[in-house]
C-alpha cells in the first residue's frame, strides 16, 4: 500500500511480520511488486526477507557451531607465533 502527504511518500508491505511505513524515493517497477506478491504466495508462513531472517537456524546449532569454532581456529593459527591450536577452546 502506498500512502502519499503531498511531500512524502510511504510504501507499506503487509506481508511484512510487523508491516510499518517506509519512505520510498522512487516508485517500484511492477516486476518488483509482483515479486513481492509471488513470494508471499509461495511460502505464506515467510512472505519477506525480514520473515526469513527471523527464522534463521540460531550460531549454536551444532552445524553453525562447528564452523564457527573452525573459523575462530584458523584465525588464531594465522596470528604469528600462535601456531599451536591448543589455544582455542572447542
Given amino acids: 500500500m502506498f500512502e502519499a502527504s503531498g511531500?512524502?511518500?510511504h510504501f507499506i508491505n503487509g506481508y511484512d511480520p510487523q508491516a510499518?511505513?517506509?519512505?520510498?524515493f522512487a516508485f517500484p517497477q511492477p516486476g518488483a511488486l509482483a515479486r513481492i506478491v509471488?513470494?508471499?504466495?509461495?511460502?505464506?508462513?515467510?512472505?519477506?526477507?525480514?520473515?526469513?531472517v527471523r527464522h534463521l537456524?540460531?550460531?549454536t546449532s551444532p552445524p553453525c557451531a562447528r564452523c564457527r569454532a573452525a573459523s575462530v581456529r584458523r584465525c588464531f593459527i594465522a596470528i604469528p607465533?600462535?601456531?599451536d591450536e591448543d589455544t582455542v577452546a572447542e
Fill in 7 to 9: 511531500s512524502e511518500t
Fill in 20 to 24: 510499518r511505513a517506509r519512505r520510498v
Fill in 38 to 52: 509471488r513470494g508471499a504466495e509461495a511460502d505464506p508462513k515467510r512472505p519477506t526477507w525480514r520473515a526469513k
Fill in 57 to 59: 537456524p540460531r550460531w
Fill in 81 to 83: 607465533g600462535r601456531g
